[in-house]
């Protein structure tokens, strides 16, 4: 379980930009060489063209060369959205850690034979369809603009 990345997560939300909602979201995402790289919500008049933390941290770790498949665990001080469970799908997030509706740190990982076959799909270059497994490496449910 990363709960050292998700306590990160928890300092790095003192940086998030929400002042619509006023929702403090931070994410930590740690690399298989051991970097790790934080991130903020930052939200925007535009609602649609805020970004999560958990994006902001896989940006930033993509503009330093990481790849799908580089990345080793995150931690995330919300339940990731849909669109962010998409993201850690597509970069190959092993182990994702947040703190569930019920306050309890829960972690879940990608171990299925679909999400293996997409990360040496995407280290080849060829081109995969997301699959629809439920041992998805991520959370059910998906929070809103005034849940989170």
Known sequence: MSVDLHEKAKAAAARAY??????????????????????????NAA????????????AKA???GYKPGDFE??????SPCGGCRQWLYEFGVEAVTFE???GEIVTYTASSPTSR???AAAS???PTVPSTSSSSPTCRGSRSRSTR
């Open 18 to 43: 929400a002042p619509y909602s006023n929702y403090l979201v931070g994410a930590v995402v740690r690399t298989r060489d051991g970097r790790e790289f934080a991130g903020v919500n930052v939200e």
């Open 124 to 126: 080849s270059g060829s």
């Open 62 to 64: 993509v503009s330093e």
């Open 73 to 78: 665990a995150i931690g995330i001080t919300a």
């Open 47 to 58: 609602y649609p063209l805020g970004i999560c933390a958990e994006r902001t941290a896989i």
């Open 100 to 102: 569930n509706r019920n």
């Open 117 to 119: 076959r997409r990360r």
